[in-house]
T-cell receptor, first 114, second 113 residues
Framework: DTGVSQDPRHKITKRGQNVTFRCDPISEHNRLYWYRQTLGQGPEFLTYFQNEAQLEKSRLLSDRFSAERPKGSFSTLEIQRTEQGDSAMYLC????????????FGQGTRLTVV | GDSVTQMEGPVTLSEEAFLTINCTYTATGYPSLFWYVQYPGEGLQLLLKATKADDKGSNKGFEATYRKETTSFHLEKGSVQVSDSAVYFCALSDGGGADGLTFGKGTHLIIQP
């Protein structure tokens, strides 16, 4: 399977715990995006990498959130001190160049904070 | 900032009916426009796109035309099938630094046999 892969698919955690999600993009894609989708809403942009550089972060990304893409391949999204409001689907997407090019999405990681 | 507005759902149609899902946008410059589809249990998939005014995107019998004068990108299909039941998202990319997508809230389409 050469699509975008996300792990885990589901995560249940207690409030205050830290969680980390992983995204493996399509191998030749240099751009990687994280989005968050809550029930009944469309995905909202969180952050973006070009290769290993994190070039933009949404104001939605509070200081409890951190994302990395250490070697320009896979990426991780960590949420520290989770809150119930963090419960959402976290989507990863990748594309291979700027502008008008299809972004391929993974199936997402569904986070539930109890 | 950029925004996308699409019709609220759910939209329920009978098989072989004509489908229109309205989408309008607000953006600076000249965005690219997209329709994504999310089938039950699956990730978002690009359905079609248009990159400049008057372009028509088409795929799987679906069509949408980039109308700059009305800032719209309505999705249409002449004869829907049960297998078209899904959530449809209109989105734009303004081609800026991140080139990320701005999505509408999604329209849940239900096709009854």
């Amino acid at each position: 399977d050469t699509g975008v892969s996300q792990d885990p698919r589901h995560k249940i955690t207690k409030r205050g715990q830290n969680v980390t999600f992983r995204c493996d993009p399509i191998s030749e894609h240099n751009r990687l995006y994280w989005y968050r989708q809550t029930l009944g809403q469309g995905p909202e942009f969180l952050t973006y990498f070009q290769n290993e550089a994190q070039l933009e972060k949404s104001r939605l990304l509070s200081d409890r959130f951190s994302a990395e893409r250490p070697k320009g391949s896979f990426s991780t999204l960590e949420i520290q001190r989770t809150e119930q409001g963090d419960s959402a689907m976290y989507l990863c997407a990748s594309s291979n160049r700027q502008g008008n090019t299809e972004a391929f999405f993974g199936q997402g990681t569904r986070l539930t904070v109890v | 900032g950029d925004s996308v507005t699409q019709m609220e759902g759910p939209v329920t149609l009978s098989e072989e009916a004509f489908l229109t899902i309205n989408c309008t946008y607000t953006a600076t410059g000249y965005p690219s426009l997209f329709w994504y589809v999310q089938y039950p249990g699956e990730g978002l998939q690009l359905l079609l796109k248009a990159t400049k005014a008057d372009d028509k995107g088409s795929n799987k019998g679906f069509e949408a035309t980039y109308r700059k004068e009305t800032t719209s990108f309505h999705l249409e299909k002449g004869s829907v099938q049960v297998s078209d039941s899904a959530v449809y998202f209109c989105a734009l990319s303004d081609g800026g630094g991140a080139d990320g997508l701005t999505f509408g809230k999604g329209t849940h389409l239900i096709i009854q046999p």
